[in-house]
């Protein structure tokens, strides 16, 4: 972190949703501590109490948050109506909710692969979908949490496959269609994100996160600061000509498998 770049948030409020934990939770941080007023969402209560703990603790005095599934949007739009009526307005909007598991199609229910589509896709529809008409203003950053699934097949993970290339897709239709009001719409793909719900899952074991590892290009996992730092760009001047982009932070995950290369 020595030489990470700092940026300065200060008065721009957020609404992030599945910010509770994980990678989302450091975005929300890192925002925190940069200035801004956030406002978090998920499921659990108990998780988005202790978020706001920590966002208060990180200097987001006013920070907030609500319990909401991303999959109804009569819950999200009164979640988006709180945050804007404490802060008046909203200038960025993280849809980072997902869920995953290793699952056969062959062997997953409907209702499991539905689950996955609802939480990934529908969900990041319904928070930005409801978050827009209070950040309809030129300046406003939507960064959906996307991953490699979408564009290329893995084993086990038809549901997220889905889900996430879905993702990728709505993120570029509504930044061709919210573009003229000013407003970008962007994601980030995320590699493999060490010490992660997502990656203790998909690599539960020393022997999988070895090879995982061996076939990435830069043949390290990526840290939550990684995505944070990569959240905050997007969501500063620096990026005001940014939109539609699907934004890759994932160690050269897509390129291929690198196991077999070898050093200069
Ligand atoms: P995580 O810690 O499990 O975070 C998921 C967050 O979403 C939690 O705050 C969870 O809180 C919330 N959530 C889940 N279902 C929800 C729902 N129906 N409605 C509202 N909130 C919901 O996961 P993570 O590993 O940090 O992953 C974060 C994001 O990065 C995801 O979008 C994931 O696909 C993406 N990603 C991760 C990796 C990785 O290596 N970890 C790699 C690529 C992409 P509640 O349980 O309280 O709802
Ligand atoms: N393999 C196969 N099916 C599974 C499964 C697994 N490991 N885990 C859950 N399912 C199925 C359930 O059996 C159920 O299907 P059914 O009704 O036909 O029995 C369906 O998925 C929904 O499960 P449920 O537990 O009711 O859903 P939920 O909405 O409470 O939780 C999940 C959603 C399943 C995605 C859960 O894993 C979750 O909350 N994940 C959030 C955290 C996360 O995944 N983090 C990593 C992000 S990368």
């Known amino acids: 972190m020595a030489n990470a770049p700092t940026y300065d948030m200060k008065g721009k409020t957020?609404?992030?949703?599945?910010?509770?934990?994980?990678?989302?939770?450091?975005?929300?941080?890192?925002?925190?501590?940069?200035g801004a007023k956030v406002f978090v969402v998920s499921r659990s209560i108990e998780k988005v109490e202790a978020t706001v703990a920590m966002l208060k603790e990180a200097g987001a005095e006013?920070?907030?948050?609500?319990?909401?599934?991303?999959r109804s949007y009569p819950d999200v739009e009164a979640a988006v109506q709180a945050c804007a009526e404490k802060f008046g307005k909203i200038d960025m909007c993280l849809a980072g909710q997902a869920g995953n598991f290793p699952a056969g199609a062959a062997q997953m229910s409907a209702n499991a692969f539905k689950s996955v589509v609802d939480i990934d896709l529908l969900g990041t529809?319904?928070?930005?979908?409801?978050?827009?008409?209070?950040?309809?203003?030129?300046?406003?950053?939507?960064?959906?949490?996307?991953?490699?699934?979408?564009?290329?097949?893995?084993?086990?993970?038809?549901?997220?496959?889905?889900?996430?290339?879905?993702?990728?897709?709505?993120v570029k239709c509504l930044a061709m269609e919210w573009g003229v009001s000013g407003v970008r719409v962007n994601a980030i793909s995320p590699g493999p994100i060490d010490g992660t719900e997502g990656m203790d899952r998909l690599a539960p074991n020393e022997e999988m996160r070895e090879k995982y590892r061996q076939a990435l290009a830069l043949k390290e996992f990526g840290n939550r600061d990684d995505i944070a730092d990569?959240?905050?760009?997007?969501?500063?001047?620096?990026?005001?000509?940014?939109?539609?982009?699907?934004?890759?932070?994932e160690g050269g995950t897509t390129l291929g498998d690198a196991t077999l290369s070898m050093k200069l």
């Not at 084993?155 to 879905?166: D, E, I, N, P």
């Not at 990569?230 to 932070?249: C, F, K, N, P, R």
């Open 14 to 34: 957020c609404f992030m949703s599945g910010a509770t934990s994980g990678i989302n939770e450091q975005i929300a941080r890192r925002f925190a501590e940069a």
């Open 230 to 249: 990569a959240a905050l760009w997007l969501t500063s001047q620096g990026a005001d000509y940014v939109t539609g982009t699907i934004l890759e932070v």
């Open 62 to 70: 006013d920070a907030a948050g609500q319990s909401v599934d991303a």
């Open 125 to 170: 529809f319904n928070v930005f979908r409801a978050a827009v008409h209070e950040a309809n203003r030129p300046g406003a950053s939507f960064i959906a949490i996307t991953a490699p699934q979408a564009t290329q097949p893995w084993l086990f993970q038809s549901h997220v496959c889905a889900a996430k290339a879905g993702v990728n897709m709505l």
